[in-house]
């Protein structure tokens, strides 16, 4: 399924053609039909000749109905721009262009009505300028009269082939279903209808709902799309959701459903703005998806602006909208959503560097430059903001238990707790280390979890709950010898571990080792299988790339070992949590 809206000046005949398109009636509301003129949002239906179905979201053109006009085409990828042949290009034409190019809405389609009354070519060279100047692609025109039919099968093929230049979502994707209209049925309870933009939905289906006051949860109890009932639906496509648990009256336009806990609701957001108007008002209504909300703008470079909400929505990067003067001049801006949840502007200057940061900010979501501009960010954080998160992390990007951490951060983190410590020990001689609460909040960790992944990197110590630096080096007498020179060949090769033999006849006994373990020199695995400290990390650098999941053979031919050390060094990471067992011989690095 496609979904489309139309657009256009008023009484330029948009609620005519697509009841001529589709055979049906578009106007809801007995008050429409008898003034023939679009008040609210309609929603009618076509099969194209390639058989792909076509939803079409019929808004009005008067000034007056401009709000619900933007809650149509919010959420659609595409356009049917109506221009009447007699009157040609008109006030609300630009006012709706300029929505459709706000909303960066590159797919459309150019019909040229009422081509009985007038010759339909200066409309049509004048409304294809005017198209191509706000940056759609190049815009098929056809020059069509709904009344006696002539042109809508040119029409039909122009539609059926702008379908083919449309990239549909991926399924899989988070649901997100702006809301556009509510209503109750006796003896069925709450319905309501929105384009799905992302994801799928299906009858059984918990969501949580995102609208005024705290979020709740409902369940779906069926599903229809275009007038017939489905199992599970996917986007793009217009849908009606029957709901349980849910009071009437409960749900209005603007409102949203959502897949559970995997959104970030932005009340202050970062944007890029492209402005028709010299200046804004810094009261303004921003218009995404379905919903209006005000808010209160403040610029902070030209073309960058923070916006404060009224109230909380489900929005990420790349998101754009229409900023709207509620006074009544319409649409003055553009925006395209940079960051869902910027940082606070507490001090002088803040502002200045917070737009300099936004100007290499790109549009689309980025993994890099999210965690380059945090220092750090926790994947579930990542992906509740709409970041794609990949494996492995990009250039200058650690993957670190369930965090990213930039580089610099790391090593700033690693270099702040080594000297903590040191400075621990020599304040207090007699205790055995400073205790992790204080590591933690010394470094400001954002999660006690990394701690000890950090310990092991500034190579620190960590037992009952204090962290402390290596202990001296012990004495091992002759055996010193030998121990550096198995540190030198582990150096060359991580794991190419001594066999049990080698060790006793270097004069290495568990003392020895266990003496070596405990000053951070060395890591004793099962069956005597010695690693120097590094070669956890080392070898889950290389495991992170091997095809998930993995089996012990793979992983063994990866780092060029033997399986007497393979499979201790698994069960050793397993224990860490950075690797994880799918099934007797599978296992995949932990998430």
């Known amino acids: 399924m496609y979904v489309v809206a139309t657009a256009g000046h008023v009484d330029h005949g948009k609620s005519t053609l697509v009841r001529a398109l589709t055979g049906m009636e578009p106007d809801r509301w007995a008050v429409e039909r008898r003034r023939g003129m679009t008040i609210d949002l309609g929603f009618v239906w076509t099969t194209l000749p390639s058989g792909a179905e076509l939803a079409i979201v019929d808004v009005p053109g008067h000034r007056r109905f401009i709000g619900n006009m933007l809650s149509g085409i919010g959420p659609v990828p595409g356009v049917l721009f109506v221009v009447a042949a007699d009157e040609g290009w008109r006030e609300q034409s630009a006012e709706h262009l300029r929505a459709v190019q706000a909303l960066g809405v590159r797919h459309g389609v150019l019909a040229i009505t009422r081509a009985d009354r007038a010759d339909p070519g200066p409309a049509l060279l004048a409304a294809r300028a005017e198209l191509q100047r706000a940056g759609l692609e190049p815009v098929p025109a056809v020059a069509v009269c709904a009344v ?16 083919l230049r449309m990239t549909a979502p991926d399924p899989v994707q988070r649901v997100r279903l702006w809301i556009d209209r509510s209503f109750t049925i006796q003896g069925s309870g709450t319905v309501i209808t929105g384009t799905l933009s992302s994801g799928a939905v299906g009858t059984g289906d918990s969501l949580d709902v995102c609208g005024v006051g705290a979020l709740e949860s409902v ?22 959701l029957n709901l349980r648990r849910v009071a009437p009256g409960r749900l209005r336009r603007g409102d949203t459903l959502l897949t559970p806990q995997a959104w970030h609701l932005a009340d202050v957001v970062d944007v890029r703005s492209h402005a028709f108007e010299e200046r804004l008002p810094l009261r303004l209504t921003l218009h995404v998806g379905t919903a209006a909300v005000r808010v209160r703008a403040r610029p902070l470079a030209p073309g960058a602006l923070r916006l404060t909400l009224e109230r909380a929505l489900p929005l990420q990067p ?50 890099a430059s999210a965690v380059r501009r945090r220092g750090s960010l926790a994947v579930e954080a990542a992906q509740r903001l709409g970041i794609p998160t990949q494996k492995p992390p990009p250039e200058g990007v650690l993957r670190i238990g369930s965090w990213y951490v930039e580089e610099s951060t790391w090593r700033a983190w690693t270099a702040g707790l080594s000297a903590a410590v040191t400075a621990h020990r020599r304040a207090h001689p007699l205790q055995p280390g400073m205790p992790t609460a204080a590591a933690v909040a010394t470094v400001d960790l954002p999660d006690p979890a990394l701690l000890e992944a950090l310990v092991t990197e500034a190579g620190l110590m960590s037992s009952d709950g ?15 010898a030998a121990l550096s020179a198995f540190e030198e060949t582990l150096a060359r090769h991580p794991f190419a571990a001594p066999e049990r033999g080698e060790l006793q006849a270097a004069g290495l006994t568990a003392r020895h080792l266990a003496a070596a373990a405990s000053a951070g020199r060395i ?10 400290p590094t070669a956890p990390a080392l070898a889950m650098g290389t495991l992170s790339v091997l095809p998930q999941p993995f089996t012990a053979s793979q992983a063994r031919q990866a780092l060029g070992t033997t399986r007497r050390v393979m499979i201790p060094l698994l069960e050793h990471l397993d224990r860490r949590g950075w690797t994880r067992r799918v099934d007797s011989g599978l296992r995949e690095v932990a998430d």
């Open 318 to 367: 790349g998101d754009r909208a229409i900023l709207r003067d509620p006074g009544g001049r319409g649409v003055i801006a553009g925006v395209v959503i940079l960051d869902a949840d910027p940082p606070p502007l507490r001090r002088r200057g803040a502002a200045a560097l917070r737009a300099a940061q936004l100007a290499d900010t790109p549009e689309r979501p980025d993994l």
């Open 523 to 532: 890591i004793v695995l099962a069956d005597d299988v010695v690693l120097l």
């Open 219 to 240: 369940t779906v109890r069926a599903v229809e799309a275009l007038g017939v009932a489905r199992d599970r639906v996917s986007a793009p496509a217009r849908i009606a």
């Open 148 to 163: 006696t039919g002539y042109g809508l099968a040119d029409l039909v093929t122009a539609l059926d082939a702008m379908t």
């Open 466 to 480: 204090r962290v402390s630096e290596p202990a001296a080096a012990p004495d091992l007498g002759p055996a010193e």
